[in-house]
């Protein structure tokens, strides 16, 4: 059961609201509809009120700005990226990212069902009643894996270049980040992918970070300002800078019931490399010392981000 309430507007308002929702997504479900287009057009009545044509009349500058094809992602310069993919998603990406500047886009009632209709064509896979927040970023978009039910808040780094899955119900706070692409200590152009994977039910909490390859199981958390670079078995608790499982849910049921994620049997997805100029695993890097400069263990692999 929510604790949320239901919240009622002004009913002149929400027909409004439902009548430039349909219209969004059934143009966007035309096979031969223009998406940068669409996109231009939706930001320049959101931001001024006027036709993407009146205003690239009279303020260019402006209205160049609302047309993806006119500016660049950071993910574009990746070698990695499907031109393909990305090129289908970009302006949507562009409009979820601009409408969040706007009213539009801090208004929940039309927001969120906005952000849904945009997932829906975005992501590879987004199941129902996906509630996600203003100002998430992603890499791609075209690698997330969404579940039922899952909520996503205000201002989360979903970098997914290299796969990220939400399971059902799972909650990511507020300033979160989660990766799924590590950099070698020595050569930062030698780029791992691995695939990111959050249970269901699980619980990402505020200002905490996952790095790429990690498996957080069904009805795990992660605390508050954590840094995961491993995994977090069923219902555990990981806390701390690296977090550890240190406690576990007293669940009288023993769990959610059904197949789900845990870490210690989920089947992983090979890493795979993203630059062909490093294209065999990263070598071990690093040595560890102790106080007196003296080994304490074998050279381990690490790399940057690497759990």
Not at 260 to 287: C, I, W
């Amino acid at each position: 059961m929510t604790w949320l309430k239901p919240v009622d507007i002004a009913g002149d308002a929400q027909a409004a609201y439902t009548t430039f929702l349909d219209d969004l997504d059934a143009r966007l479900s035309d096979p031969g509809c223009d998406r940068y287009a669409l996109a231009r057009e939706v930001l320049s009545q959101a931001m001024y009120g006027r036709s993407y044509a009146d205003l690239l009349s009279d303020a260019p500058l402006a209205a160049l700005n609302l047309d993806a094809r006119n500016v660049t992602f950071e993910a574009e310069s990746y070698l990695t990226t499907d031109a393909e993919k990305f090129a289908a998603v970009k302006p949507l990406l562009w409009l979820w990212k601009n409408l969040d500047l706007t009213p539009v886009g801090q208004n929940p009632v039309i927001a969120i069902p906005l952000r849904r209709i945009l997932a829906g064509r975005i992501f590879k896979r987004v199941g129902r009643d996906f509630k996600c927040w203003q100002n998430v970023e992603f890499s791609v978009g075209y690698n997330m894996e969404v579940g039922n039910d899952v909520v996503v808040h205000r201002h989360v780094l979903l970098d997914d270049i290299g796969g990220i899955e939400l399971h059902d119900n799972a909650s990511v706070s507020d300033y979160v980040n989660i990766y799924s692409h590590t950099h070698s200590v020595l050569d930062g152009p030698d780029v791992t992918l691995r695939r990111t994977v959050i249970g269901r039910g699980a619980r990402i909490t505020y200002h905490s970070t996952v790095l790429a390859g990690s498996v957080v199981s069904d009805d795990a958390l992660l605390a508050t300002h954590a840094l995961l670079r491993g995994d977090i078995e069923p219902h555990g608790i990981a806390m701390g800078v690296p977090a550890r499982t240190t406690r576990f849910k007293l669940r009288e049921s023993g769990g959610l019931g059904g197949e789900g994620v845990d870490a210690r049997t989920y089947p992983r997805t090979p890493d795979r490399k993203a630059n062909p100029q490093f294209p065999e695993p990263t070598p071990v890097q690093t040595r560890r010392l102790d106080e007196a400069g003296e080994d304490v263990q074998r050279p381990t692999k690490l790399v940057i981000g690497e759990r």
